[in-house]
Each structure stands twice: as C-alpha cells, then as structure tokens.
C-alpha cells in the first residue's frame, strides 16, 4: 500500500443521499439502465449504460476484469466485543491480510490494533502478526488500518460457508454474493466487487462484439477499497494474458483506442507494460496510475463514481485530465448521478 504524495485536483461535493443503496434490480431496472455519463473534450453527454456501444467505434477494445468477487466479510470477536473482519486476501506465505473494523456495519476501521493481538473468528482464532504493508501505514499517523495476520484453520472455507460480501454502511440491505458479480466474473478472488463492469450484460457485449468492438479479460483481485485520503490502493494480484496484451498492441498500432473498464484493468494493463511493450505479467502490483505517473497504453475509461479525496480520482484525472475530470464530476453532481459500487458509471474518451 502507497501512501501518495499527490493529491487530486477534482473538487466537487456530493450529498450523502447520492449514494445508491441497492442494485437497479431492486428497482425493476436492468443492469445497463444505470446512467452513463459521457465525458470527451467536446462536451458532457448523458446518456444509458445501455448505449455504450453507440459511444465507440469499430476498432476499439474494451478490457474487462474477470475476477470474481467473494465473500470476505465475517463476525468475529475482540476483547469479548463484536467487530466485523474484512479479508482482504491471502499472501504467497499463507498469511492473511485481515481489516478490523466497527460492528455492525463495518462503518468505521478499527486503529488501535497490536502486534499479536488475537481475534477470534468462528472457532479460528486469528493473530495480528505486523502492520501491513508496513507500520504506521494509515496516512493520518493515527494507527495501523490493515494487519499481515496468522489464521489457525481454513479461513477460506468458514468465509465461504459463513461469510457474506464486504458491505458498507450506505446500503439499505444486505445482498447476495451475486449481486456483487458481473457477466465477466470467473476466476474467485476479489474481497471487493470490480464494480465498473457490473452494468455490462450479455446483450451489451453481444451488440460491442457484433460492431467490430473488441472485448478482452485481464484479472486483477482486489483488496479492500476503504482506502483513507492519501492512501493507495494495496498491493493486488493481476495477470494480464498474452493474447489480451497482443490485442492492447494491435488495437495502439492500427488506431483504435484502449479502453479500461475500471481502475482495476486500468491498473493491471499498466502493470504489465515494460519498457513502453506491453507483454504477458503477472504477480503482485503496487503500481499507481497518477497524473505524475500516467497511463501507458489505457486511452480511455469506463468506471464508477469515487469519493472526494479517493486515491482513484488521481487515476481518473491520469487518463482524462484534470479539466475534463472536474467538468464530469460537476455534470454528475449538477445531474444527481448515483455513487458507489451499485450506482452510475462515466466513460472518458479525452
């Protein structure tokens, strides 16, 4: 996890009742029916994720994040007290990277953890062995969000036995691991939903497909996304395929543009470039899109709506620019765009 030095230059506010509180579904409404805000140098466009495909051009590529999110969130006990535990993913070493945080909506983190401090969870009893990814890794010097910890049993098997999708306190109710899935959604791993490919559905990609739109996987499961202002995004396993980085370089080479859906592919296609080449990588990343180290081979952006001050609102303004980024945040907020992993998408095309 990177403590960034830079800060975006987006500013906007917007009202806690802009968060979406459940899936469209819940509504009657369809995936795509979500908003789709379109964000070029020529203007603010508003339009339905259903017409993405109106929005590209023959020759494109639109990069897809294939991971499967799974349920990381479980109850357990500290100092004889509730808490909720957030799994962000297991290590090469078999140890885990846990978050405490508040019961019971997992509000707030809890900071004034200890090195071998142990929690119990189920019947597993989980030690706290150091700060991850380092001590004093919280940007506000106020104690230690996430722990590298020891797990006495099979965490993975309780979580997916007991466990329930890592869910914050803005929504209305809990839903089922489905919900946090997209059409793209095979190979488990994400602690978190890689949410900007949730309002694809099978009729969408049929209709990209058919224009001469091409559509390609790369996996990158994510860890925790309740980052604080300042704070990067830990670091994540990705694996970017030969076939998908042939297509990055043959999409660049004959003028079509590469469009990331999200900040996760967005991450794990800039991770994988070497030298300017893009080529087959995978591994643990801890590479950071910002406007100091900009995106390589990603021209374009579908994603979600991020809070002020987010980490991700630096990769937003690497890719689009700052004047763009500030107008779509202000045509999302002056529409009443919907945030958060349920809500409204943008696609920039700077």
């Given amino acids: ?28 409404d369809s995936r795509d029916d979500v908003r789709l805000l379109v964000a070029r140098p020529s203007g603010i466009a508003h339009h339905r994720f259903a017409d993405l ?6 020759g494109d590529l639109v990069v897809v994040n294939d991971s499967a999110t799974v349920n990381a969130e479980v109850d357990a006990v500290r100092r004889g007290a509730p808490i909720v535990l957030h799994a962000a993913g297991r290590l090469d070493d078999d140890t885990w990277v846990v978050e405490l945080r508040t019961a019971p909506d997992a509000a707030q983190p809890i900071l004034d953890a200890d090195p071998g401090e142990t929690v119990g969870v189920g019947e597993l009893p989980v030690t706290l062995l150091a700060p991850y990814p380092r001590e004093d890794s919280s940007p506000t010097g106020t104690g230690n969000r996430l722990w590298r910890a020891r797990v006495e049993g099979d965490l993975r098997t309780l979580l997916d036995r007991h466990g329930r999708p890592i869910a914050y306190g803005y929504l209305d109710d809990r839903y089922p691991l489905s919900a946090y899935q997209s059409v793209f959604s095979r190979r488990p791993g994400s602690a978190e939903m890689a949410s ?5 559905t099978d009729a969408l990609v049929t209709d990209l497909v058919t224009r001469g739109i091409a559509v390609a996987p790369v996996t990158l499961h994510t860890g925790v996304s309740s980052q604080e202002a300042g ?19 043959h999409t660049r080479a004959h003028g079509g543009r590469v469009v990331a859906t999200g900040t996760t592919v967005t991450r794990a296609l800039e991770s994988a470039v070497v030298d300017g080449t893009i080529r087959e990588s995978w591994g643990w990343t801890d590479r950071v899109v910002t406007p100091a180290h900009p995106a390589v081979v990603v021209d374009g952006l579908i994603t979600g709506w991020h809070d002020a001050e987010a980490s991700h609102l630096l990769l937003v303004e690497a890719i689009a620019g700052t004047e763009l980024a500030q107008a779509a945040y202000d045509g999302a907020v002056a529409g009443g765009y919907r945030w958060h992993e349920f809500g409204d998408s943008a696609l920039f095309l700077p």
């Fill in 1 to 28: 996890m990177t403590i960034l030095s830079e800060h975006s230059h987006v500013r906007f506010h917007n009202a806690a009742e802009s968060t979406a509180p459940a899936p469209p579904e819940m509504r009657g």
């Fill in 53 to 58: 495909p109106d929005q590209l051009e023959p």
């Fill in 196 to 200: 900007a490919g949730r309002p694809f």
């Fill in 231 to 249: 704070e990067g995004p830990q670091p994540e396993w990705f694996h970017v395929p030969a076939t998908t980085a042939r297509l990055v370089a």
